[in-house]
């Protein structure tokens, strides 16, 4: 690292309860994309493990991640990404 100090989600800025904040409202935010039905702690651990998932796959692009609207999206597009290869695995019929 260059010396910054990084916060929850690998991001300046984003400390714990703002990667709640973000990750409860991505993990509802792709429940409602991808018609899952989970409940708010599933919604805020896929809104979690998606930005991890979604600021990783952007560094890895190239694109720059940062503040509370592009977290945001990053982490919906990866929480989406996590629910579609879970239910792949598990099956559709399936509820979390």
Do not use: C, D
């Amino acid at each position: 690292m260059n010396g910054e100090v990084y916060g929850a989600l690998g991001q300046p800025g984003v400390g714990l309860f703002m990667a709640i904040v973000i990750g409860a409202l991505a993990g509802w935010l792709a429940e409602q994309f991808t018609s899952a039905n989970m409940g708010l702690f599933a919604n805020i651990a896929m809104g979690i493990l998606g930005g991890l998932l979604g600021n990783y796959l952007a560094a890895k692009l190239h694109i720059p991640v940062y503040g509370f609207w592009r977290n945001l999206l990053s982490a919906t597009a990866g929480a989406v990404i996590i629910i579609t290869i879970y239910r792949a695995i598990r099956g559709r019929g399936m509820s979390y």
